[in-house]
């Protein structure tokens, strides 16, 4: 649940690390930032309502996240395991990520999962170890993943080729248990990572995308709309 810091740029472009972090909030550098990245390839930047909203506060004392309009949404596509409070334009990109979600899922197990695992969402603070930047959290516009939980194969459904029989059965998808998974847990490995690449290969759902290869993300997806573009989700061996 540690979040990302604006000091992982450095490994996006190390030229732009000139000593101060307020280049961080300058959209030009923004954009500069989204078409240094690998993936996708085309990517500049959508409009999104908060891009304009400053991300620094005080480092000390009591901290003060900004006003934005917050909504409880329980997921259209996939229901979330509990509601979710988010930033209300942030619900938009979360259906998008629940499509992409369901087709992953029905391509690998035949059916889309009934609960998606959430650790987080809405949670006013600062990012760790960076005290003058608040968390996406903080504008209710970021979300932490940890898994999937299905149903059983409905009745008149059929599983993909090659796939085990157990699986008609109710199982759980977890990061942490299955982003490395072999043997019989292969095919979870699978799932995540191929519903990672899918969502890192859009620029209309998430600019921060965050796992397993960013410290302290074995266990979940963090996944948000910063007005930067971050992804270090893939050891650099598998990207
Ligand atoms: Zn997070």
């Given at each position: 649940?540690?979040?990302?810091?604006?000091?992982?740029?450095?490994?996006v472009?190390?030229?732009?690390?000139?000593?101060?972090?307020?280049?961080?909030?300058?959209?030009?550098?923004?954009?500069?930032?989204?078409?240094?990245?690998?993936?996708?390839?085309?990517?500049?930047?959508?409009?999104y309502?908060?891009?304009?909203?400053?991300?620094?506060?005080?480092?000390?004392?009591?901290?003060?996240?900004?006003?934005?309009?917050?909504?409880?949404?329980?997921?259209?596509?996939?229901?979330?395991?509990?509601?979710?409070?988010?930033?209300?334009?942030?619900?938009?990109?979360?259906k998008?990520f629940?499509?992409?979600?369901?087709?992953?899922?029905?391509?690998?197990?035949?059916?889309?999962?009934?609960?998606?695992?959430?650790?987080?969402?809405?949670?006013?603070?600062?990012?760790?170890?960076?005290?003058?930047?608040?968390?996406?959290?903080?504008?209710?516009?970021?979300?932490?993943?940890?898994?999937?939980?299905f149903?059983?194969?409905?009745?008149?459904?059929?599983?993909?080729?090659?796939?085990?029989?157990?699986?008609?059965?109710?199982?759980?998808?977890?990061?942490?248990?299955?982003?490395?998974?072999?043997?019989?847990?292969?095919?979870?490995?699978?799932?995540?990572?191929?519903?990672a690449?899918r969502?890192?290969?859009?620029?209309?759902?998430?600019?921060?995308?965050l796992?397993?290869?960013?410290?302290?993300?074995?266990?979940?997806?963090?996944?948000?709309?910063?007005?930067?573009?971050?992804?270090?989700?893939?050891?650099?061996?598998?990207?």
């Open positions: 649940m540690l979040h990302h810091a604006p000091y992982r740029l450095r490994n472009i190390p030229l732009v690390l000139v000593g101060c972090l307020a280049f961080l909030l300058v959209p030009l550098t923004m954009t500069a930032v989204a078409s240094a990245q690998e993936s996708p390839e085309s990517a500049t930047l959508d409009d309502p908060l891009d304009s909203v400053s991300r620094e506060v005080k480092p000390t004392g009591r901290v003060k996240c900004p006003k934005v309009e917050l909504v409880r949404y329980r997921g259209d596509v996939i229901r979330y395991h509990k509601p979710v409070k988010v930033f209300v334009g942030f619900k938009d990109r979360l998008k629940e499509k992409v979600v369901e087709e992953v899922a029905i391509e690998v197990y035949g059916r889309a999962p009934r609960r998606i695992r959430h650790i987080g969402t809405y949670n006013c603070r600062r990012i760790g170890g960076y005290p003058t930047f608040i968390s996406e959290h903080g504008l209710g516009n970021g979300i932490d993943i940890a898994g999937f939980d149903g059983r194969l409905p009745r008149g459904e059929e599983l993909p080729e090659g796939v085990s029989k157990r699986l008609k059965r109710s199982f759980k998808v977890r990061m942490l248990k299955h982003w490395d998974g072999k043997g019989r847990n292969a095919i979870h490995s699978r799932f995540l990572k191929t519903l690449r969502l890192i290969a859009r620029d209309d759902i998430f600019r921060v995308l796992g397993p290869s960013y410290p302290g993300h074995k266990d979940h997806f963090h996944f948000d709309c910063s007005p930067w573009r971050i992804v270090e989700v893939f050891e650099a061996d598998e990207r």
